[in-house]
């Protein structure tokens, strides 16, 4: 791995030509959750249309997601046991399908079928509108989070109960 990172700036002019290499990058972090033990993705539809996703894996013991909060909490908030809480790590709505519900409904399908107690997200400081939305939900905002990585931005790390699954 090198150190010397060259950084080249694109506009929206070159998203033809940067797709493939968006999409190589993404995956590669898509990959990262879906090898997950527990991971679970869904999906929904308007007919054959897919409109979203959600997906997200249980958070392993020891998980480092917690590591650059900001926020002093008691060690036992976030210590991890591999079965205690679900990570949800994305929540996507296609353009024509936003503000109609369905993020709402994506969000809870995913959900439903966890068996870990919680659940945890990240959410962008810059996005206050996203943050409002999850509390609306029933989220609450355990504090800040800047995770170790140069340039990282601020998150607002997030917590929902969950009830049991059958």
């Given at each position: 791995m090198t150190t010397g990172i060259a950084i080249r700036h694109y506009t929206g002019a070159h998203a033809p030509a940067l797709r493939p290499l968006?999409?190589?990058?993404?995956?590669?972090?898509?990959?990262?959750?879906?090898?997950?033990?527990?991971?679970?993705?869904?999906?929904?539809?308007?007919?054959?249309?897919?409109?979203?996703?959600?997906?997200?894996?249980?958070?392993?013991a020891g998980s480092r997601w917690w590591g650059g909060l900001l926020t002093d909490v008691p060690a036992d908030t976030i210590t991890e046991t591999g079965a205690r809480t679900y990570a949800l790590s994305e929540l996507m709505v296609r353009t024509p399908w936003r503000k109609t519900g369905v993020a709402r409904?994506?969000?809870?399908?995913?959900?439903?079928?966890?068996?870990?107690?919680?659940?945890?997200?990240?959410?962008?400081?810059?996005?206050?509108?996203?943050?409002?939305?999850?509390?609306?939900?029933g989220w609450t905002t355990l504090g800040d989070l800047r995770p170790r990585l140069p340039g990282a931005p601020l998150f607002r790390a997030m917590l929902l109960g969950l009830p049991v699954a059958p």
């Open positions: 968006l999409l190589e990058v993404y995956t590669e972090g898509l990959d990262h959750w879906t090898a997950r033990p527990g991971c679970s993705c869904v999906v929904g539809y308007d007919g054959d249309q897919p409109v979203g996703y959600s997906y997200g894996a249980p958070l392993p409904q994506l969000h809870s399908a995913l959900l439903a079928t966890c068996r870990e107690q919680r659940a945890t997200l990240l959410v962008d400081q810059d996005h206050p509108k996203v943050h409002a939305l999850y509390a609306s939900w």
